[in-house]
């Protein structure tokens, strides 16, 4: 009744925003990611039978609110799912995912969590139905369940049935690099569940987004597999700032970018002026993800950590899967 697992992060090179069903988490497109060794959550589920509620710990800490009832949540559709009403647990998370690095460790948190309670009840389930069951708790989350480079496939059932995501490419086909650049910034935040629900209700771009996704997808999993980096780069670039543009396009409009973000964009832009391949990616807030190639790895990171109001760059490689302890 007891089991540990551990999941990485991963940052989304075709971006996951906007939904289809909100309560089931179903997205209006297909996404691609590459999951990050550098940043993880491991937890620990225990249930037991004299408890009368779930009791959540994340690093040491008692979790009371908001994030006390997302994770119970997502425990009673493992419940659901399991036949097992009213088994509650005991769960204690630690995460390897410094919360100023702007990586949502909600990705990681959902995967370690999904793995870990289904392997506590033994239940002898496939990745798959494990990608759809954590894609309930936070849609990047699916992405999480596979090492390297990772496809999630929207589905077209209204279940979700067909909603999980599928390996592309192991964490050893090729070694790429992720630059988090960390930005002192103290902006009001727009969560990513409240940002793409307000894109895809009211952004006149919207539909030019979805629109454009399988193209991008067919050009960059052709550049995975050719092992082509600036191919790659360019697309995971154009794709960013294709989504960042439907904010700008919603009511009220709103930006997840500061004035540092733009700073680091044009200079990761410079750095390829230069001779230097490297490009940028960024999600639901302010800080950058810099793609880059090793050999590069000593200039990328000291021209970021050059920048005005940038505090620290935190480097990672490929990332691997849902691993058991
Ligand atoms: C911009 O997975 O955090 O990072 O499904 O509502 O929990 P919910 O959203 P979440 O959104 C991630 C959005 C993104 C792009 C991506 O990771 O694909």
Not at 197 to 215: A, H, L, M, Q
Request: hydrophobic share 40%.
């Amino acid at each position: 009744m007891k089991a540990t697992a551990k999941a990485h992060t991963n940052i989304a090179l075709i971006k996951y925003w906007g939904k289809r069903d909100e309560s089931l988490i179903l997205p209006m497109n297909n996404s691609l990611s590459l999951t990050l060794d550098a940043f993880y959550t491991e937890t620990t589920v225990t249930f037991n039978h004299d408890l009368d509620e779930d009791i959540f710990y994340l690093d040491n800490e008692l979790i009371v609110g908001d994030q006390y009832t997302k994770v119970s949540n997502f425990l009673e559709l493992i419940r659901n799912f399991a036949d097992i009403p009213n088994l509650f647990a005991e769960i204690r998370s630690t995460n390897a995912v410094p919360t100023a690095a702007g990586f949502a460790s909600s990705a990681s948190g959902f995967a370690a969590l999904a793995a870990a309670a289904t392997r506590a009840l033994d239940l002898q389930i496939d990745e798959p139905t494990l990608s759809r069951l954590t894609r309930q708790g936070s849609g990047s989350a699916c992405r999480s369940i596979y090492g390297g480079f990772v496809e999630w496939e929207k589905g077209a059932e209204d279940d979700g049935s067909d909603s999980y995501a599928v390996h592309i490419a192991p964490q050893d086909h090729w070694d790429v690099r992720v630059a988090a650049v960390v930005l002192s910034s103290d902006m009001k935040k727009v969560s990513s569940r409240e940002g793409m629900k307000r894109t895809v209700e009211t952004s006149p771009f919207y539909s030019g987004w979805v629109d454009n996704i399988p193209t991008d997808l067919t050009q960059i999993k052709a550049a995975i597999h050719a092992r082509d980096f600036e191919k790659m780069g360019e697309i995971a670039e154009a794709n960013c700032q294709k989504m960042h543009a439907t904010t700008l396009g919603a009511n009220p409009p709103f930006t997840y970018w500061h004035d540092t973000t733009l700073t680091v964009m044009q200079t990761v832009q410079s750095l390829r002026a230069k001779g230097i391949a490297a490009y940028f990616t960024i999600d639901a807030g302010p800080n950058v993800k810099v793609l880059y190639q090793p050999e590069n790895e000593e200039v990328v990171q000291q021209t970021l950590l050059n920048i005005p109001g940038v505090t620290n760059v935190i480097l990672s490689r490929s990332g691997q899967g849902i691993t058991y302890k």
